[in-house]
């Protein structure tokens, strides 16, 4: 069953340090893993995609990994501001143009 | 970049009354969107995948006469809640793939409450 756990389910930091998020997979085929940001009541911006192939991409302070071999993801936030406090979806592609599997997301709160 | 409207960002209707939100894919044809719901605290489950010209694929649970799907263009994609009761209560959002390994272009949302 394809499958995507995230961890930890939230999470709490102080303003300016750093984080990292966990993601967990069993989607088979895999095309592609998305993490997405949001923000409640709206709908999910996107951070970063990478293939297959790919092991590491950044956007400004959000850098995330993947590892295809382990089908493991992380996403980590930098110097971390009051604006990152949104829930953080890990979301894999199966193959292109289909139904995005999602995870449940981490919620995370940054507080001053 | 490709946009997804959708519409109404959010409504509030009664027990027994039917509501129609509308995603439309702006700047490029969507052969293909994908219809989501989210209760508080929950991560998007598919409701049912629509199809340009065919009837819409729905996800088991999901009751296809209660969520009308029309996706009569390649830019509009409707979902109708009809008699729509409180459990019906969710954040719907619709999304239009990409391209290959592309970016999913999602709607805003909807916050449908039935009261």
């Known amino acids: 069953k394809n499958q995507v756990e995230q961890s930890p389910q939230s999470l709490i930091i102080l303003e300016g340090k750093n984080c990292t998020l966990q993601?967990?997979?069993?989607?088979?085929?895999?095309?592609?893993l998305r993490w997405y940001k949001q923000d409640t009541g709206r709908g999910p911006v996107s951070l970063t995609i990478?293939?297959?192939?790919?092991n590491t991409k950044s956007n400004g302070r959000y850098t995330a990994t993947l590892d295809a071999d382990t089908k493991q993801s992380s996403l980590h936030i930098t110097a971390s501001q009051l604006s990152d406090s949104a829930s953080y979806i890990c979301?894999?592609?199966?193959?292109?143009?289909?139904?995005?599997?999602f995870g449940k997301g981490t919620t995370l709160s940054v507080s001053s | 970049g490709a946009v997804v409207s959708q519409h109404p960002s959010w409504v509030i209707c009664k027990s027994g009354t039917s509501v129609k939100i509308e995603c439309r894919s702006l700047d490029f044809q969507a052969t293909t969107m994908f219809w989501y719901r989210q209760f508080p605290k929950q991560s998007l489950m598919l409701m049912a995948t629509s199809n340009e010209g065919s009837k819409a694929t729905y996800e088991q649970g999901v009751e296809k006469d209660k969520f009308l799907i029309n996706h009569a263009s390649l830019t509009l994609s409707t979902l109708t809640v009809t008699s729509a009761h409180p459990e019906d209560s969710s954040f719907y959002i619709c999304s239009a793939p990409g391209e290959v390994n592309t970016e999913a272009f999602f709607g805003q949302g909807t916050r449908l409450t039935v009261v």
């Open positions: 993601c967990n997979y069993t989607v088979s085929p895999f095309s592609n």
């Open positions: 979301v894999v592609s199966a193959t292109a143009g289909t139904a995005l599997i």
């Open positions: 990478m293939t297959f192939s790919e």
